[in-house]
């Protein structure tokens, strides 16, 4: 209600024309559920949409925003439960890390937790494909690492760990974008 301050006044009440004013603009940037929490509560990019809503119920002439989505979490801002994926990924990995460490050990699961993400991290920009394709590298890492201990006689954890770096030098040396050969200079 801030932002209908100039036109209702310091002490006096807002009108139900300035209410529906800021509601029609917290509907409009996607935060009406918001509506009670405090500021300090708020994320960025949520904190950023309440500032936008506040500008829009103004009903200025001219807005000039420098960046107005800069803070703007767009997973959250399309309604993903963001938290909830938050939450499931860290209690996935702890669980595989709880559940290998005595299988494999130390050094392989912090190779296989940074390798095959860090791999596919030189190759693609979004989350998404970064995701599945650091899957894919672990499972090949794992399945052509076991190949080589069976028949060269190595210790599978040495294998697989092997493998790993061996993708992730090749990405680093020949990634599209960020590669230290294809690089121009």
């Known amino acids: ?69 800069a803070g703007v979490d767009r997973a959250q801002a399309a309604g993903m439960p963001v938290r909830w994926y938050y939450l499931g990924m860290v209690t996935a990995i702890s669980l595989t890390v709880v559940a290998n ?15 095959p993400g860090m791999t596919a991290f030189l190759l693609v920009k979004e989350l998404h494909q970064m995701m599945l394709l650091g899957a894919v590298f672990g499972a090949l890492a794992g399945i052509v690492g076991m190949y080589l201990s069976y028949y060269f006689e190595l210790p599978s954890g040495s294998a697989i760990v092997l493998v790993s770096f061996g993708l992730f030098m090749l990405a680093f040396l020949f990634s599209p974008t960020q590669g230290i050969l294809t690089q121009r200079r």
């Not at 100039?6 to 006096?12: D, S």
């Not at 494999?104 to 940074?114: N, T, Y």
């Open 1 to 69: 209600m801030m932002a209908r301050t100039p036109h209702t006044g310091l002490f006096r009440r807002p009108s139900r024309q300035s209410q529906a004013l800021v509601e029609a603009a917290l509907e409009r940037v996607g935060v009406d559920n918001l509506r009670d929490r405090p500021i300090g509560a708020l994320s960025g990019g949520q904190q950023q949409r309440v500032f936008l809503a506040r500008a829009l119920a103004k009903q200025a002439d001219l807005l000039i925003l420098d960046e107005p989505f």
């Open 101 to 115: 460490l005595q299988t494999v050990g130390v050094l392989l699961v912090i190779a296989m937790l940074v390798a």
